[in-house]
């Protein structure tokens, strides 16, 4: 530091520091696929997607709700569903001062934003995990959320869709956190019982019980390109089989040719693909 | 057979011996020369005693860790001794009619009682060519898919199902991911969910995360004394959170992972009493545990009326969570 800086009082100090770090970053950013430099605006233009290469920049869950659904009409559901710390979890830190920790920094108070909206003027119910919010792990919360926009879903006879980005389960909470794969896999079959379809789109990454739950019950299976998906994380197999896994293994090409996907969307194309496969299911008119 | 016992059963372990060794000491004399014996017997009743009572002592006071080990004793009894033990007429049922037949899932049709049932169960093995052929108890897509297809027949005849969970976890292997474990899993709780039969689920030993749940669905969830159910092993979660897997005891007490904690969450049914020491020191007292237990639930499931049962068993799903609620704005 500087003479100069150092007589600067320290709250302009902060200021100063604080612009600093905020303007490169937030105009520009570097493709992490083809280190194309690419400015910000451009690159929210093409939802978080590299102009150049395509490759699928991970986003939060609200900002994926805001590209999918349309602007008007909107409406969260289960906002007011809180986590809490029912088994006084504390591993190197507590439970309670990760929830606050990732709330602060994510602006969330848990992994999963649910909301009723329509795209391209159709009637949906959408959620998204927040994987930055601890990995887009499923605890109660996120089961809460799930079960209480698939009652949505039904009482508006509208199709859900879910976005998946998770790590798996929440271990913080222990067995209850297992429960929410029976609890979230349960409501989907009140979808099916009235004929409602569940788009299941899975982002990078859709891992452990999250996968192994409602994101594989999809009616319709959708990944973004290249999205890690599995059950076991690559590097849990590698250490149980101690084989060379497979070229591209566990990726959504090829789960793709595995069989497991329906089909792989760009995300730039998700809006009017999802809207055209709702509302054939819906057995509606095509969307204008 | 010779009782292995575990690390924290090391006092018992040399009670034991002074008795077998006492035990073979009458025994030889009494060949030589019965007329010169020492009686023995009142030191080896005594000394029975005190191992009783050390064990129950011991046992009274397992932390999460120690009962993870019990869970996991090479001598526990596995499904097919329960098979074996409490059902008559077991016809074992091969293969999921798509890819192959997977040895870590038992699944068959069985009388209970004379009643034909559906049972379905992990299975490990006991010597070491036997574990790798179970493969450890951990399935792979086509265990489920196999448990899935005899799931479906039990509602087709209206047979019950019961369940006898005791794995590691889905098999984390290249074929299995590449047969979409994910999807067979999921598929499972699905189906179980609606299945139009009554479900009895009984964790025997291990409960290994979503390898477990995927056959442990039901309208009535059960706990051996000394089994474990948890979302992830205390090793990996140890390995994760705390960064070592040394931290493995730490991590199961943070996950609350035995029948008693769990029992008092609410999110099992019912404790199924293991004889003293454990269901390996005396697995006869173990299967009539298991068959009590198995009667109750069984004749209570079958005064349900078919759509109450089903409507009680999603309410039971429906209600697993713990979270708060503001009033909404």
Known sequence: ?288 | MKTVFLEFEQPIAELEAKIESLLEVSGEKEGEDGATTVDLTPEITRLRKKSAALTKDIYAKLNAWQVSQVARHPQRPYTLDYIRALFTDFEELHGDRAFADDAAMICGLARFHGEPVVVIGHQKGRDTKDRQYRNFGMPRPEGYRKALRLMRMAEKFQLPVMTFIDTPGAYPGVDAEERGQSEAIARNLYVMAELKTPIICTVIGEGGSGGALAIGVGDVVMMLQYSTYSVISPEGCASILWKSAEQAPLAAESLGITAHRLKSLDLIDKIIHEPLGGAHRDPDAMMENMRDALVAALSDLREQPLDGLLNARYARLMGYGKFKETRVR
């Open chain 1, 1 to 288: 530091m500087s003479w100069f800086q150092k007589i600067i009082p320290p709250k302009i100090q902060r200021r100063v520091q604080a612009a600093r770090k905020v303007v490169p970053e937030g105009l520009w950013s570097k493709c992490a696929a083809c280190e194309e430099v690419l400015y910000r605006a451009e690159l929210e233009k093409h939802l978080d997607v590299c102009p150049k290469c395509g490759h699928h920049n991970r986003v939060g869950a609200r900002q994926r709700l805001n590209y999918f659904l349309d602007e008007d009409g909107r409406k969260e559901i289960g906002a007011n569903v809180l986590p809490v710390d029912s088994l006084k979890f504390k591993d190197s830190r507590r439970y309670t001062d990760r929830l606050t920790e990732a709330t602060k920094a994510v602006e969330e108070t848990d992994a999963l934003v649910a909301m009723q909206g329509t795209v391209l003027g159709q009637p949906v119910v959408a959620v998204a995990f927040e994987f930055r919010f601890m990995g887009g792990s499923m605890g109660s919360v996120v089961g809460e959320r799930f079960t209480r926009a698939v009652k949505a879903a039904l009482a508006g006879k509208r199709p859900f869709v879910c976005f998946s980005a998770s790590g798996g389960a929440r271990m913080q909470e222990g067995l209850l956190s297992l429960m929410q794969m029976a609890k979230t896999a349960a409501a989907l079959t009140q979808l099916s019982a009235h004929r409602l379809p569940f788009i299941s789109v899975l982002a990078d990454p859709t891992m452990g019980g999250v996968s192994a739950s409602f994101a594989m019950l999809g009616d319709v299976i959708i990944a973004e390109p290249n999205a890690l998906i599995g059950f076991a994380g690559p590097r849990v197999i590698d250490q149980t089989v101690r084989e060379k896994l497979p070229e591209g293994f566990q990726h959504a090409e090829f789960l793709l040719e595995h069989g497991a996907l329906d089909l792989i969307v760009d995300r730039r194309e998700m809006r009017t693909t999802i809207a055209n496969l709702a509302t054939q299911l819906m057995r509606r008119p095509a969307v204008a």
